[in-house]
């Protein structure tokens, strides 16, 4: 029997104080989740490795941990980013979809649809998955205008780069409301919530 | 009156986490509160730890608020709408102690406020979490005592029972009876318990705009309602809902509006009624406002003498 050893020095820094820097990206988080469509910064987060947005990186160094099984992106095999987040977060790995907590989507193109995902129990919808799904920017693509609780009457975004047929995906997801997964989009340092009960109209469309 | 605290962040003699709760149980609540935010008025099981409260002195509100909090709130807690009630002051005490936040009795100000069975007076806004301290949060407790049984009604959207019961509070007192606790329906898919608030608040949880977080420690659930979030409160075409109204005024400030509290002042039965959201009433005197009985001394000293022998 033999265990691997890590590489240390491979492995770049998280958060200097993690208790504070959590607690600050979480309240963001938070009200982003309540307020979809809003827009936030984290421009203080650390780097994440290649691969991986520093927004992406500041949600699982906050919420992920031995509990949570994440689902990472075959792009994000054996790099440097997996192996950040094992470190940090000690967060076990799956290739099933199916049974992940949280996802993480860098690749766009090849992005498995949202209903490959946990979608939630009848009972306990709460256990589908949170996908975080990188995109190239949350500004200047098409608008959209978006619609459903925490949002006073409508607010349009405009995210670059969506996997295809996303709109459709998130529109089949809304409409099997209490099941259905809830999507963080994130690029760059940016980050906005999409969550299960968001109603998306392509504008003009 | 905000009271700073110095930072001493993680001090060594300090011998427990910031905000007390371990991160490992902070991060377990904030995934329960995402999760709450996504499906508005569904309870999420989360693994409520043991709090330096006993039950029922609001365990669950403390885990929400020490899971959220930050050196930069403003803190405000309080007890049946005071801030001065020895569990709002304990409890403010304790995160003023633990989280080394500014606390305050300003609904205005403060950026995180628990509750324990009110709604502030004050419309509240953005940038504002209301947090509640909830005793039983399952609406149809009352009606199914069996966990597996309520988890199906809400899964299959099952209320029926909830209808005949206000039916035969109706046919038995000729009104709904219910006036504290009075059940919710939320974005018209889950029934929630809005906490034991007086039906009075249960129309400012419609379309609030702060985030109502609700924490219940015993029963270990978390929900939530987020902002601009339709809430209605259950009633029948020919019994519409209604809210308490008082042909009294608050005896000190003389508000016509608010909540207010019957304060029994002697055994002859003297009685007045005030403000139950005290910085609400202490507001409008200092805006000079006055009621009938603006200057009675209701402070401690008094109400502590001996009568005269």
Redesign the interface.
Known sequence: MSVATLDLSRIAPAFAD???E???V??E???C???PGRITRFDRAPDAPNGLSKAAGAVAL????F??LVWLDPALADSEAEAWLRFHCGCPLTTKAQEA?FAIVTDAAKAPNLAAFSQGD?????RST?VILQVASLEGGPTVTLSG????TTTDIAPQGLPQDFWTQIETNQAQ??FGV?VLLVAGDQLLAL???TTAQIKGG | MSTPVPAR??APERYY???YLD??T???I???????????G?Q??FGSREMPVPYGWGTGGIQLTA?????DDVYKCIDQGADDTTNAVSIRRFFANVADVATTEDTGEATIIQTRHRIPEKPLK?GQVLIYQVPQPEPLRGLEARETET??M???EEYGLQYVSLYENISAYGRIAATAGYPVMV?E??LMSPSPIPKFDNPKMA?NEA?MLFGAGREKRIY?V?????VRSLDFEDYPFETQTWEETCALCGAKDSYLDEVILDDAGDKMFVCSDSHHCAERRAAGHVGPMAGHTLDQDAALQEPAQ
């Open positions: 993690p208790v504070r959590s607690q600050a979480f309240r988080v938070m009200e989740m309540a307020r906050t919420l992920f941990d509990e949570t907590a009848a009972k306990y919808p709460d949170t609780p925490g949002i006073q409301f209490q809830d969550p299960r009960t | 962040a993680n986490n910031y905000a991160e490992q902070k991060r377990m904030r995934r329960s509160i995402l999760k709450a935010l996504a499906i508005p569904y999420v099981p899971a959220i909090i930050g050196p953005a988890r199906a809400h899964a299959y974005e898919r889950y379309q985030v939530a987020p902002p601009f979030t339709r």
